[in-house]
Structure formats: C-alpha cells, structure tokens
C-alpha cells in the first residue's frame, strides 16, 4: 500500500495578515506595558529615596540628582504616551483576535456568508486603519499644542 502524501495547504494571505496584525499589537502592548510600569516604579523608587538621602545627610547632589531622575522618567513616560499606547494597543489586539473567533466559528457576522473571508479582510483593515488615524491624529495634535505653546522670546 503506497502512503498518499496531502498536498501542503497553501497559506491563506488575509489570515496571515490577521495573525501578523494580532502579533504585532500584542508585542507592541507588551513593551509599551513594561515600559510604563519601568518608568513609574523608578519614579517611585527615586522619590521615595529622596528624603531618605535627606534624613541621611547625604550631600546636596544625591537629592538633586534623583529629583532630576524623576523629572526625566515622568518626561519620558509622557512623550512616549506608554499607558495610552499600551491600552489601545491592547484593545486592537483582542479585536482582532475577536474577529478570529467569529470567523474561525463562523459566526457572527460570518455565520451564512458565501465569502466570509472577505468580510474578514474588510473588518481586520477596518481595525487596523481605526488605530493608526487614531494614532496620527494624536501625533497631529501634540504638535500643534506644541506649536501653539508660547517660545521664550514670545513671554518677553
């Protein structure tokens, strides 16, 4: 008897797509995540030693420095809006992973369809597109505040 050998299924691009987009927003949540508690426990952290080193009658320096570290991770924390990014990157991914479901279970608004893989498409392109405007129109608005803010030579 001569073993059949099943042909390799071909790998379907608007799932490789899905799951790519998936991978993508997961990680991206990750790092922004662990970046935000990072930044927020060392802020923590720092303050917390500050009158510490003052109790201890360090030098002057010691508490000036670690004022400086706070001041720089809350900086950081805000322009790389960790919490912000994490949460809707977060929410993107267990969309799209929602979208998976359905179609994998063809439910939803898959359930009858003759080409639900279509609407797929349509509806993972539809999130994907969402985060990203939402993401420019951020990045639109923090320059404009920014150019809006009063220079120096402005307050004279």
């Known amino acids: ?45 720092m303050a917390a030693a500050v009158p510490i080193t003052a109790t201890l009658q360090q030098s002057s320096a010691v508490p000036a420095l670690l004022g400086a570290g706070i ?20 929410a993107t991914a267990e969309a799209l992973k929602h979208e998976k479901y359905l179609y994998l279970a063809a439910a939803g608004p898959y359930r009858r369809l003759q080409n639900p893989r279509s609407l797929l498409a349509e509806r993972v392109e539809a999130l994907v597109s969402s985060e990203t405007a939402q993401w420019v129109a951020i990045q639109q608005s923090q320059r404009t505040s920014a150019s809006d803010a009063p220079s120096p030579a402005q307050d004279e």
């Open 71 to 90: 001041v720089v991770a809350e900086g950081a924390h805000e322009l790389f809006r960790l919490q912000q990014n994490w949460t809707s990157f977060q």
């Open 1 to 45: 008897m001569t073993e059949q050998v099943q042909p390799v299924a071909a790998v379907d691009p608007i799932v490789a797509r899905l799951e790519d987009q998936i991978a993508w927003y997961s990680r991206a949540s990750t790092r922004n995540r662990r970046g935000h508690w990072t930044l927020r426990l060392t802020s923590l952290m």
